[in-house]
């Protein structure tokens, strides 16, 4: 098993930063993809960014140019520096691990949600 904590949430203006981090502890060997999800009240969950485990990145078209993922493979860590806030980034964003066992499938964990809110 993999559990995930989230951190850095919070309350911003719009135009403002926050950096989330998402450190993985227990069954951390073989992670693979690492990223984002968001979910705002009354909508789906959907994509932020990923990165995979060599570093390639993956954006939603929605925060490319503002928002910008890395990790850390040596603390297990996936961050998410989100500059330019706009009132509509406000949601709760979820961190995303997927891992691979040992029959080369992927398993997916999910962190609990650090609530993000852009308002003036």
């Known amino acids: 098993q993999v559990q995930l904590v989230e951190s850095g949430g919070g309350l911003v203006q719009p135009g403002g930063s926050l950096r989330l981090s998402c450190a993985a502890s227990?069954?951390?060997?073989?992670?693979?993809?690492m990223g984002w999800y968001r979910q705002a009240p009354g909508k789906q969950r959907e994509l932020v960014a990923t990165?995979?485990?060599?570093?390639?990145?993956n954006y939603a078209d929605f925060v490319k140019g503002r928002f910008t993922i890395s990790r850390d493979n040596a603390k297990s860590t996936v961050y998410l520096q989100m500059n330019s806030l706009k009132p509509e980034d406000t949601a709760v964003y979820h961190c995303?691990?997927?891992?691979?066992?040992?029959?080369?499938?992927?398993?997916?964990?999910w962190g609990q949600g650090t609530q993000v809110t852009v308002s003036s």
């Open positions: 995303n691990v997927k891992r691979w066992t040992v029959f080369n499938t992927l398993d997916d964990y």
């Open positions: 227990g069954s951390i060997f073989r992670l693979n993809a």
């Open positions: 990165i995979g485990s060599g570093g390639s990145t």
